[in-house]
């Protein structure tokens, strides 16, 4: 004789069943699951461990019905092959976590095919809002996710021109202040390494801002030496060996990101460079990496956990309600390490 599942399966525990083994309400029990922040942290302590000891796991699903949530946020980064995105990442979960919320990842590969799936996806999988990183993407995206009512906020990027919801910092503004720097040292002949610019707004604006230097110390733009890789170590190195085989090899390198400051510090190395007596090497992010290396990273510095809590801080607004927030710009720093220097004469 067919019997049901539920014949034979075990009584599952309820929240009834925590709040009477914690001895509090099922009111109390339902904070402590979505908004543990709120509960003082001795009936919190309490309760976890009544859920532990009983096994319990809340009925999602039925809870998403009622209340038209799933408590999901989504978040798309490009890459996950390097530390780029990781401490703002980190610090976003980290927010959400104490709202209750639940973070999904997924790595777009930098293909703006692939993020379009990816975002489809993660709105029929019942992602609440989403954390997107610039805001290069097919319009039709936008109009998508505004027609089903997905909140998203654009994080990386601060474009005043762009009137959507975002926190970010001026990419253009930054990079720009680097290469003042440079400048001011003497440097005349610059080579750039960087992301490809097509669809990458942070690229591009990196790329504007060196040029804005060149144009405001007298120097043609169009005399910059730039290569576009995809971020990596490697294609860092590569890119370092082309342009020091140029008949005028640059004296400094300003390079997109840390990952590609590292990678072309590793190839100055293999040249016999000395860095930066005969040749300076700039990044910009200022990962955990760009200390480690010897010498350390002249770069830019992101101020990346404070971007990834206000992030999540913005997007539960939104998604109890509240309206999409003006754009926000955050402050980024100098950070004047060992390899940028005035060039030899």
């Known amino acids: ?19 009477r083994a914690a001895g509090v309400s099922t009111a ?13 942290t001795a009936t919190r302590d309490r309760v976890l461990s009544a859920v532990a000891a009983l096994g319990y796991s809340p009925n999602f699903g039925a809870r998403a019905l009622a209340a038209r949530r799933t408590g999901i946020i989504g978040a798309i980064i490009p890459t996950m092959e390097n530390a780029i995105f990781a401490r703002a990442i980190q ?25 379009a799936d990816q975002i489809r996806t ?3 999988r019942g992602a609440d809002a989403l954390l997107l990183i610039g805001h290069d993407r097919d319009p039709g995206i936008y109009a998508f996710l505004e027609q089903r009512g997905v909140p998203v906020l654009v994080s990386w990027a601060f ?45 591009r604006d990196r790329i504007a801002g060196v040029r804005d230097a060149l144009r405001d110390h007298g120097v043609d733009p169009a005399a910059l ?6 971020y990596s170590i490697a294609n860092g190195a590569e890119a370092m060996a082309r342009l020091m085989a140029l008949p005028t090899p640059p004296t400094v390198v300003i390079c997109g990101n840390d990952v590609l400051a590292v990678g072309a510090l590793q190839m100055a190395r293999q040249l016999g460079l000395d860095v930066p007596r005969q040749v300076s090497i700039t990044g910009f992010d200022d990962i955990e990496l760009a200390t480690v290396v010897d ?50 004469t």
């Open 122 to 124: 993660l709105v029929a």
């Open 295 to 344: 010498p350390a990273l002249t770069t830019v510095h992101v101020p990346h956990r404070e971007m990834g809590r206000a992030a999540a801080q913005l997007l539960v607004g939104m998604v109890g309600g509240g309206a999409a927030p003006a754009p926000v710009c955050l402050e980024t720093k100098l950070c004047f390490r060992g390899t940028l220097a005035a060039p030899r």
């Open 225 to 230: 030496d730039l290569i576009e890789t995809p």
């Open 159 to 203: 474009d005043p021109a762009q009137a959507r919801a975002s926190i970010g910092f001026d990419n253009r503004r930054a990079m720009a202040g680097l290469a003042q720097e440079v400048l001011q040292l003497g440097h005349r002949n610059i080579g750039m390494i960087s992301a490809h610019a097509a669809g990458n707004d942070r690229a």
């Open 28 to 40: 109390t029990v339902s904070r402590c699951l979505n908004s543990p922040a709120l509960v003082q």
């Open 1 to 19: 004789m067919n019997r049901r599942l539920s014949d034979t399966a075990p009584n599952l525990p309820t929240l009834a069943d925590v709040a």
């Open 91 to 115: 610090a976003f979960q980290e927010e959400l976590h104490l709202s209750g919320q639940t973070l999904l990842v997924a790595s777009s590969s930098y293909s703006p095919e692939i993020e």
